[in-house]
């Protein structure tokens, strides 16, 4: 069973503040990683995707990826309340029969308070 | 910006009865999944289609369930007797390719199942 493991949280930081969310996979053959940002009632909504090992910055947000470890993580600079949300980190399995579907972590709620 | 469409937003049906549910994927995407999510949980893989066939299906998608792409841009999803259990967000979900790159995948709105 291939897993993808997230802390739920909630991880509660103040506004202006750096959010740092953790992930980790069991399939040492994954090869593409997905953050998304899920709003209560909302579909998930794609923040950022990572193939290679390091880091990879897009705004605010920085994708950090170490295979090796086996671990993702997601750092949200300047935090605003309007990125209150659960982020879910999802990973497309290696090749053999997956035709890319993605597993998902069970999601961090991420609360930022003014 | 292209979207991923469903339609309803929110089907209530009675325990063993029909439902479709509806997506429209983005027009030059290739791949398409759906996924379902009941509420306080992870969101789950149902199964994925490709060249008007199943490529992967998971144990959750039993003979109840059944995906259709019935012309160039519908993709359904039937459930043919309804549980309780069935209770769930669903997502639609599409891509346009398998590479790295360019293999993320777009969710649809989704659609609230409620199984009475």
């Known amino acids: 069973q291939k897993e993808v493991e997230q802390n739920s949280g909630p991880l509660s930081v103040p506004e202006g503040a750096i959010a740092s969310l953790n992930c980790t996979y069991s399939d040492r053959g994954s090869q593409s990683f997905f953050w998304y940002r899920q709003y209560s009632g909302k579909s998930p909504e794609l923040i950022m995707s990572?193939?290679?090992?390091g880091d990879k910055e897009d705004g605010r947000f920085t994708a950090q990826l170490n295979k090796a470890s086996q671990y993702v993580s997601l750092l949200i600079r300047d935090s605003q309340p309007s990125d209150s949300a659960t982020y879910l980190c999802?990973?497309?399995?290696?090749?053999?029969?997956?035709?890319?579907?993605?597993?998902f972590g069970q999601g961090t709620i991420l609360t930022v308070h003014p | 910006e292209p979207e991923v469409t469903q339609t309803p937003s929110h089907q209530v049906t009675q325990m063993g009865q029909e439902v479709i549910l509806r997506c429209v994927p983005i027009s030059n995407h290739l791949y398409f999944y759906w996924y379902r999510q009941i509420l306080g949980q992870k969101v789950e893989f149902l199964v994925s289609f490709y060249n008007n066939e199943i490529s992967e299906k998971s144990e959750i998608f039993d003979d109840q369930f059944s995906v259709e792409r019935p012309d160039g841009s519908n993709f359904t999803l039937k459930i043919r007797s309804t549980k309780l259990e069935d209770s769930a967000m669903y997502f639609c979900a599409s891509r346009v390719s398998g590479r790295a790159g360019l293999d993320t995948q777009y969710f649809g709105p989704g659609t609230r199942l409620t199984v009475l």
């Open positions: 990572i193939y290679s090992n």
């Open positions: 999802a990973v497309k399995n290696a090749g053999g029969t997956s035709y890319g579907k993605l597993t």
